[in-house]
């Protein structure tokens, strides 16, 4: 099979990770960087340009996109599926997945446990704000960040409010979320693939760090999820539509609550963490969906 990887760079270890397991399994892997695709739209006859040439055969995509190019690699991936090319990522999961304020909705209609979060458009009303949640220490996230980026934690009512007064004065847009202090700054990153847990490691903040992304220095290793826990990471990546997600949890008092899903989640973290071999476990995804 001919499977392509729409990645911007291709010596990012899921990339290389990605076409290492394809390659193994007898596939013919190419990368493409969907930032430098032209998109020819026309009736019923969808082409993508890379490199000057059309791109033709591909029978299989993994979207590995970043958040800072949503926009354009949704439309890339949107015109794979318009090729009629199987995507492991679809794009419009992959836009749900993004807007991180529609995600919330999504997961608490469909019941799972949450932080409880404020969203407003600039309130004047910051004090509200900060009870709705119930008080200080809480934790104020841009919208836009990822990997840890953008994330406040407000240890007391002044600096939570004049915080949340910076950012509406920046027409900055941010979520205000419960900070919750039994989860001791780690959380849970579940790694789904096909509606199946294929991975979990317990990732823990630095001391007196209360964000535990590993690209802030926290460390990682391999968890035995609850029955409670698996059941809501499956679920969420279920109504989000994601076929390949990592799901981040926290454990609370009051069980299991979803921070986020994501649709890009990387390899390298999980893969030291368990020892699993992650990357073959999408390879066999695409395998068994695309068409040969």
Known sequence: MKIAILSANPKLYSTRRLVEAGKKKGHEMIIIDHTKCDLVIEKRKPVIIYKGEEIRGVEGVIPRI?????????????????????????????VRSRDKLRSLQILSRAGLGLPKTVFSNYSKNVSNIVDRVDGAPLVIKLLEGTQGLGVVLADNRN??????????????????????????G?????????????????????????????HRGGTAEIVSLTDEEENAALKAAKVMGLGIAGVDLL??????LILEVNSS????????ATGKDIATQIIKYVERNADH
């Open 66 to 94: 970043g958040a800072s190019v949503t926009f354009f690699g949704t439309a890339v991936v949107r015109q794979f599926e318009m090729m009629k090319v199987f995507t492991a990522t679809e794009s419009q999961a992959l």
């Open 159 to 184: 600096s939570a409010e004049s915080i949340l007064e910076a950012f509406n004065g920046l027409q900055a847009r941010v979520i205000v979320q419960e900070f919750i202090k039994e989860a001791k």
């Open 186 to 214: 780690a959380d849970l990153r579940v790694f789904i693939v096909d509606g199946v847990v294929v991975g979990a490691m317990k990732r823990q903040g630095k001391e007196g760090e209360f964000r535990s992304n590993l």
């Open 251 to 256: 454990q609370s008092a009051r069980g299991p």
């Open 265 to 272: 989640p990387g390899l390298e973290g999980i893969e030291s």
